[in-house]
């Protein structure tokens, strides 16, 4: 098999870059392309009490386990499968148990800090920076949290000026000097997906040629 594709897709909480993946990964077929998202990655805390748990700042790039993900990227784009891990907002920490994920074509990378650290950077052929007006996604940010994750509108709020501002403007904002491709509004911008999506389709057809 020749090496995959390694798309990373990044932006502030609630960007749209999970809309933007997803609309790049629906447009192909299943056998082509997975997706592999950083959240999924955050440090297993089984030794560490629930009350310590609860005050996890998962806005900062030390709260992922990048030597993991690393490993599992470097693995996947060697055409080897991998055990992803599954993390648990709700208890905060990972699950017992892991998904298989086998090599593709096209493995999109989506995460808030996936830009932040060199060498995530250094393994992508393609990096994007989704971008949207903060007071968007802190709307989109809220709603998320209430219905997914059992969180109040305070503890939401509070979150976001103490720990999830700071870190955007710290580490995610201006990792966007390092993307390859800014769009705008994302989530709604179709014109920009559709141009990803053809980008993509056109790769995985010069792969399949040089394949014959």
Known sequence: MSKPILIGITG????????????????????????IEQDSYYREQSTIPMDERMKTNYDHPLAFDTELLLIHLND???????????????????????????????????????????????????KIFVDTDSDVRIIRRISRDISERGRTLESVIDQYLNTVRPAHLQFIEPSK???????????????????????????IGEKQMLSY
């Open 12 to 35: 502030g909480t609630g960007s749209g870059k999970s809309t933007v993946a997803k609309a790049i990964f629906e447009s192909l077929p299943e056998n082509n392309i997975t997706i």
């Open 76 to 126: 996947l784009l060697h055409n080897k499968s991998i055990n992803k891990p599954i993390y648990n907002f709700s208890i905060h920490n990972r699950e017992k148990t892991t998904v298989k994920v086998d090599p593709k074509d096209i493995i999109v990378l989506e995460g808030i800090m996936i830009l932040e650290d060199e060498r995530l950077r250094e393994l992508m052929d393609i």
């Open 177 to 203: 000097r390092y993307a390859d491709i800014i769009i705008p509004e994302g989530g709604y911008n179709k014109v920009a997906i559709d141009i990803m999506v053809s980008k993509v389709r056109s790769i």
